[in-house]
């Protein structure tokens, strides 16, 4: 439910925020939670189906299921692919593509029709005329037993959200 509220609030904001940026008017910059797995932990079943780059980066199962369906690990990954394609749409010019990745991949690639992967993911890149390579390169390798730059700049700056007049939605 609170997926479908935040993508919801981003298809309806889509259009303004892309004017806004286009015209110069603000900088939107996305942001993903993600927690780490105590170091105990990061063998259990729980945290090798939530997390990536050995219990670094988690995220809950979206079905709140852990024998069936999506793990919280693809919700990691495909956040990271997100924060990637926006840091090379920003490195291109054109931040606000960020705003159509996430709305298409929304649509195109849903988790009810098992399509939320990263070949459905991919096909949407290739359609906004982004480099997958880039993409690629940016995410890393999420089994690697390594701090993922993107995500570890993510945690760190949750630790002073809101200190910047931000406006942050989770």
């Given at each position: ?58 995220a ?68 906004l ?38 406006v942050?939605?989770?």
């Open positions: 439910v609170k997926c479908d509220m935040l993508m919801e609030f981003v298809k309806d904001f889509k259009g303004a925020a892309q004017i806004l940026e286009k015209g110069g008017f603000t900088q939107f910059r996305p942001h993903y939670i993600t927690w780490y797995c105590p170091h105990a932990f990061t063998l259990s079943r729980q945290c090798k189906s939530q997390c990536i780059n050995k219990g670094r980066y988690c809950p199962d979206p079905e709140q299921d852990f024998s069936s369906g999506y793990d919280g690990k693809d919700v990691v990954v495909e956040n990271l692919r997100q924060l990637c394609v926006y840091k090379v749409a920003n490195e291109t010019g054109k931040p606000w593509v960020w705003w159509d990745y996430v709305t298409d991949f929304q649509i195109r690639c849903p988790m009810k029709e098992k399509k939320y992967n990263k070949d459905c993911a991919e096909s949407v890149i290739k359609s005329g982004i480099d997958s390579r880039k993409i690629d390169k940016c995410m890393g390798d999420p089994d690697a037993d390594l701090d993922n730059p993107v995500l570890k700049e993510e945690q760190d700056a949750q630790v002073g959200k809101g200190t910047r007049g931000d942050t939605i989770l």
